[in-house]
């Protein structure tokens, strides 16, 4: 199985901060690569599929990169909504997996 | 609007069995794959299964292998998971998703997600 490591774990930051997140394979998965957001209670939403195209309805200050094994997901002006737990998510092959969650946080 | 709702959820004792189910609404559900994620409480998201939209193909996590097993009925817009020998480690909300999955653009991912229904595995 493919392993993804995301990084940190969690961060505190500021509204209007520059966030970055990183998400890592275990080996190569080209660009199938996606993110998602969790609020807390809710069900996951996706923000980014194929590592760097943004979904509809989904604000441009979330932007995403990378390929191969390295991959980054990026929130330029962070805003309180943004505030929640995101998720990186290989679909290269089965079984489909998540990195272990990144917890934005309000400093 | 894409509506998916979940039901089925419950307490079960450690062996037994439930079948979870997914309302599928506001799109051609069988022109989609479709997949089961789960959340054990205060966990991370963990994959279960996928199925092609006519059923012809399905993907498993191997811990749920030879155990739960992913269906659909296209005419009534439904997918389900039934799932039998369940363990305390089964514990979890599944949520049932809308996949993409298209091999000549180079996509796959989970589009829309349900509310999620919780499975609760204890004595």
């Known amino acids: 199985d493919i392993q993804m490591t995301q990084s940190p774990t969690s961060l505190s930051a500021s509204v209007g901060d520059r966030v970055t997140i990183t998400c890592r394979a275990s080996?190569?998965?080209?660009?199938?690569l996606n993110w998602y957001q969790q609020m807390p209670g809710k069900a996951p939403k996706l923000l980014m599929y194929a590592a760097s195209k943004l979904q509809s309805g989904v604000p441009s200050r979330f932007s995403g990169s990378g390929s191969g094994t390295d991959f980054t997901l990026t929130i330029s002006s962070l805003q309180p909504e943004d505030f929640a737990t995101y998720y990186c998510?290989?679909?290269?092959?089965?079984?489909?997996?998540f990195g272990q969650g990144t917890k934005v946080e309000i400093k | 609007e894409v509506q998916l709702v979940e039901s089925g959820g419950g307490l079960v004792q450690p062996g037994g069995s439930l079948r979870l189910s997914c309302a599928a609404s506001?799109?051609?559900?069988?022109?989609?794959?479709m997949s089961w994620v789960r959340q054990a409480p205060g966990k991370g998201l963990e994959w279960v299964a996928h199925i092609q939209q006519y059923g012809s193909e399905k993907y498993y996590l191997d811990s749920v292998k030879g155990r739960f097993t992913i269906s659909r009925d296209n005419a009534k817009n439904s997918l389900s998971l039934q799932m039998n020998s369940l363990r305390a480690e089964d514990t979890a909300v599944y949520y049932c998703?809308?996949?993409?999955?298209?091999?000549?653009?180079?996509?796959?991912?989970?589009?829309?997600w349900g509310q999620g229904t919780l499975v609760t595995v204890s004595s």
């Open positions: 998703g809308r996949d993409i999955i298209n091999g000549y653009l180079q996509l796959s991912y989970i589009e829309y």
């Open positions: 080996q190569t998965i080209t660009n199938y």
């Open positions: 998510q290989q679909s290269y092959s089965t079984p489909w997996t």
């Open positions: 506001g799109f051609t559900f069988s022109n989609y794959w």
